[in-house]
């Protein structure tokens, strides 16, 4: 006797139950769809009169505050954002929600490098307020980077030198020159840049680039950083993350925030190392042409660095010192906000 499994009790069971599983995962996925929209959210659907998730949405957006507009065969309907036209179904339906009433942060990004921001946290007046430890080398005439070095390539490589370098004892002329052999070999930095590294960095001083790596090392700062390291309370390329209001970052200050908009913000410190009393320092590299205290001011180097200073200090550690450390003439700025 057959047993009828096209219509057996069993199957209308199973098939009931999967298709009730495929409209819950089908509420599911339109639950992310809607509240992942930041700045504005349009629906299509068909509405034919019978139970649908469109309808069922379509209800609920009734009994609030959006703007519900229905879209005839030839009709168009224009938006302060959409133009839409439908001419096919008779039926439809344009859902669309109404304007945040807080658009600054629509015009603001998620993330936000450091670089873009440290204006807002710069609290040195004037260049004087900043204290120099000069080296007699002149600063007034620098020479430019060879054609194919970009600045950007070139401090990177400064960088990564300045990562990589050992500091198990006091770096040297030789032990630099062969980490850079060492990098230029691994194809980590190029001949061109290797060769730029070599190059007197102004027109009056046989001074090169390396000389300005290790000359960091011979000062009263350099050697603190090497002691740190030995006894690993020293940090180099640290990552940083902090959230800042969006209205910091705002290029229209006219714009609206709410007070629970923010931004993230993303630096990197390149050194932080931890003084025998236990407070800490920042360093920060520089190869820009020219450096001088004014300069470092024009760039607001100082807001960058205090902005690290609090973001750290919120994270407990506090931070006595910071300095801005021009490579090409061994200066060191101290920017501290006292």
């Given at each position: 006797m057959s047993l009828g499994l096209t219509k057996s009790p069993f199957k209308k069971f199973v098939t009931e139950d999967n298709k009730l599983n495929d409209i819950l995962e089908e509420k599911r996925m339109m639950y992310v769809a809607l509240t992942r929209a930041q700045q504005s959210l349009l629906i299509y659907g068909n509405d034919k009169n019978k139970p649908s998730n469109f309808n069922l949405l379509a209800s609920a957006i009734d009994a609030t505050d959006f703007n519900c507009n229905e879209i005839n065969a030839t009709r168009t309907q224009v938006t302060d954002s959409y133009h839409v036209t439908d001419k096919k179904n008779e039926n439809s339906m344009v859902v669309e929600t109404k304007n945040y009433h807080y658009q600054g942060v629509n015009e603001t990004p998620q993330t936000t490098p450091t670089t873009k921001i440290k204006d807002q946290f710069n609290q040195i007046n004037d260049s004087s307020e900043i204290g120099v430890i000069?080296?007699?080398v002149d600063v007034s005439n620098d020479n430019d980077l060879s054609d194919g070095v970009s600045a950007d390539?070139?401090?990177?490589?400064?960088?990564?030198?300045?990562?990589?370098?050992?500091?198990?004892?006091?770096?040297?002329?030789l032990t630099v020159t062969e980490l850079i052999d060492q990098l230029a070999n691994e194809g980590l930095i190029s001949e061109m840049v290797q060769a730029e590294l070599l190059k007197p960095v102004a027109n009056n001083t046989t001074e090169t680039y390396i000389d300005g790596i290790v000359a960091l090392y011979q000062s009263e700062i350099g050697s603190s950083m090497v002691q740190a390291?030995?006894?690993?309370?020293?940090?180099?390329?640290?990552?940083?993350?902090?959230?800042?209001k969006a209205e910091l970052v705002s290029k229209d200050s006219s714009l609206p925030y709410a007070n629970d908009d923010f931004t993230i913000i993303h630096?990197?410190?390149?050194v932080l190392y931890q003084q025998p009393d236990g407070e800490?320092?920042?360093?920060?590299?520089?190869?820009?042409?020219?450096?001088?205290?004014?300069?470092v001011m024009k760039e607001n180097y100082p807001?960058?660095?205090?902005?690290?200073?609090?973001t750290l200090g919120q994270l407990?550690?506090?931070?006595?010192?910071?300095?801005v450390?021009?490579?090409?003439?061994?200066?060191?700025?101290?920017?501290t906000v006292n």
């Open positions: 000069p080296t007699g390539e070139f401090g990177t490589a400064v960088h990564l030198i300045f990562e990589k370098l050992s500091l198990d004892s006091q770096p040297t002329l390291s030995l006894t690993n309370r020293l940090e180099r390329e640290k990552n940083l993350t902090m959230m800042v630096g990197m410190i390149d800490y320092v920042i360093v920060d590299y520089k190869t820009d042409k020219n450096l001088d205290a004014d300069k807001g960058q660095l205090s902005m690290y200073a609090q407990g550690y506090e931070v006595a010192k910071c300095y450390y021009g490579v090409r003439h061994h200066q060191l700025f101290d920017v």
